[in-house]
């Protein structure tokens, strides 16, 4: 799929200071089953990792445990150099945000409120400046002109927009994406995909769970194919995609590509 690096109705010339994320020997389990296994990884501050691979294979529980969604089992996340795994979870999601599959927009409120109500009530800011920060987000995704609408109102591109905007409202050291347009129409993912290239464009360091072969190869500073919660193979996508060295993504590329 092509991308165009710039939105049809393009955002602030705002720029964002990404920070580094290094995962260290990561590994995380749901009861008996570990999930993940010994997964390390370094990302450099400003870059957009893509995370590819079949269902299952341990893409969506690694953003899990770097937001503490989940607890790891062992091993350590560090964000810009320190380690987070012992401040409180709520304090770590106020430096890195997290997009769905599914935007969880509060349907009795207007988008504007939506973006509006975690600088308001979760890190306090008084609420014209949360209304004001929420306003810039929703310019900078192209919804400047549908702030009063409810998520009712809105396509489904238009709310995973409004979710970035949330995200983006807390000022995140980190974005994390999770299939953030696999509940979209086909129609509607090229403007979702093209405001993450902007996001990209503009400093802010990602980590983005994908499906879209296209945008990973375009945007990407480096992709990583997982399997069996194990990370198989990772590298600038030219090297991923044109040149796989392990069997296991020869095969996966044979199916997606």
Request: hydrophobic share 45%; with cysteine.
């Amino acid at each position: 799929m092509s991308v165009a690096m710039k939105l049809s109705e393009p955002p602030a010339a705002a720029s964002w200071k990404g920070s580094s994320l290094e995962l260290r020997d990561l590994s995380l389990a749901y009861g008996p089953i570990d999930v993940l296994r010994g997964v390390s990884l370094r990302i450099a501050p400003g870059t957009t990792t893509c995370i590819i691979g079949p269902s299952g294979s341990g893409k969506s529980t690694l953003l899990r445990g770097i937001n503490r969604l989940h607890e790891p089992k062992s091993g350590d996340v560090l964000l810009a150099g320190r380690s987070v795994l012992k401040d409180k979870p709520d304090a770590l999601r106020l430096r890195i945000g997290m997009v769905f599959q599914h935007f969880n927009l509060f349907p009795d409120h207007s988008a504007l409120e939506n973006v509006a109500l975690a600088p308001w009530k979760v890190k306090g800011l008084p609420k014209a400046q949360a209304m004001a920060i929420a306003r810039q987000r929703l310019d900078e995704v192209g919804l400047g002109q549908r702030a009063d609408h409810r998520p009712r109102d809105l396509s489904g591109g238009q709310q995973q927009r409004v979710a970035i905007a949330r995200a983006l409202a807390m000022d995140p050291e980190v974005m994390l994406f999770d299939e953030a347009t696999s509940a979209l129409d086909p129609e509607l993912v090229k403007g979702v995909l093209t405001l993450m290239a902007d996001l990209c464009r503009r400093g802010m360091t990602m980590v983005v769970v994908t499906h879209e072969m296209g945008f990973a190869r375009k945007v990407a500073d480096q992709v990583v194919f997982m399997d069996e919660g194990e990370i198989v193979e990772a590298g600038p996508p030219a090297q991923l995609f044109d040149a796989p060295q392990s069997p296991r993504l020869q095969r996966f590329l044979s199916e997606v590509l």
